[in-house]
């Protein structure tokens, strides 16, 4: 039971501190934000990611159907069936670590794009705080 006063009353502290703050001072806090999210360095790095991701997401689905591809191409190939089981397979596993390779590829690269697109923020906000 105590423990449950104790959050009441921790709520109740912190809603009293944050209308005493108010709506100004989350104007304030909300304008210092939007001035640093419309620098142009900000932008360039949101656009960069934007197509990084649209890069990404068309990249991965061609490499799965280019390996379900290449399974059926292995599968229905002349030979007995354990021919072809194997031939399947084999192409299965190439096919997989293709797709991990791409995909790895692309967590990297969608990586460096957040990296930059934090350091041009940071740049932005220490420049907006300077001013």
């Known amino acids: 039971m105590k423990g449950k006063i104790g959050i009441v009353v921790g ?39 934007k197509d990084l991701g649209k890069t990404a997401a068309l990249a991965l689905p061609s490499a799965i159907w280019d390996g379900a591809v290449k399974v059926t191409k292995a599968a229905t190939k002349n030979g007995s069936p354990g021919q072809k089981l194997d031939a399947a397979i084999k192409a299965g596993k190439q096919s997989s670590d293709d797709i991990a390779r791409g995909a790895e590829i692309s967590a990297a690269e969608a990586k460096k794009a957040a990296d930059k697109a934090a350091a041009a923020i940071d740049a932005a906000a220490e420049k907006a705080a300077g001013d």
């Open 11 to 49: 709520l109740a502290a912190g809603y009293v501190l944050g209308s005493r703050a108010g709506r100004e001072r989350y104007e304030q806090i909300k304008s210092g934000f939007l001035k640093v999210w419309n620098t142009d360095p900000v932008q360039k790095q949101v656009d960069k990611a």
